[in-house]
């Protein structure tokens, strides 16, 4: 617990992780909060739950708002362990 904000973090299990994919692909969820100005930026919101319900109101929401089926939700519940490392000589190629 932290003694200053009395705010505790707590560990839960989950069963998998359940990200939203665009036609089969990751991506990225970008926001504009205002399109005049450029303040306070773009925000980038969360494409991947613990909570399946999550993932799924995501996917009906963004199917119905670009008229389509291409998005889907993936479960996923193992992979390939990485660190930052690793990624960065994979972006310097």
Same mark, same amino acid.
């Given at each position: 617990?932290? =003694? #200053? =904000? %009395?705010k505790s973090e707590e560990i839960l299990k989950a069963e998998?992780?359940?990200?939203? %994919?665009? $036609? #089969? &692909?990751p991506f990225n969820l970008r926001t504009h909060l205002n399109s005049l100005q450029d303040y306070p930026g773009p925000k980038y919101k969360k494409v991947s739950f613990s909570n399946p319900g999550h993932a799924f109101n995501l996917m009906e929401k963004m199917n119905k708002l670009f008229k389509c $089926?291409? %998005?889907? /939700? /993936? @479960?996923? /519940? @193992?992979? &390939? @362990? /990485?660190? @930052?490392?690793?990624?960065? &000589?994979?972006?310097?190629?």
């Open positions: 617990m932290d =003694s #200053g =904000s %009395f998998a992780i359940y990200a939203v %994919f665009y $036609q #089969g &692909k $089926q291409d %998005f889907t /939700v /993936v @479960e996923l /519940v @193992e992979g &390939k @362990e /990485v660190n @930052e490392h690793d990624l960065a &000589k994979r972006t310097d190629k």
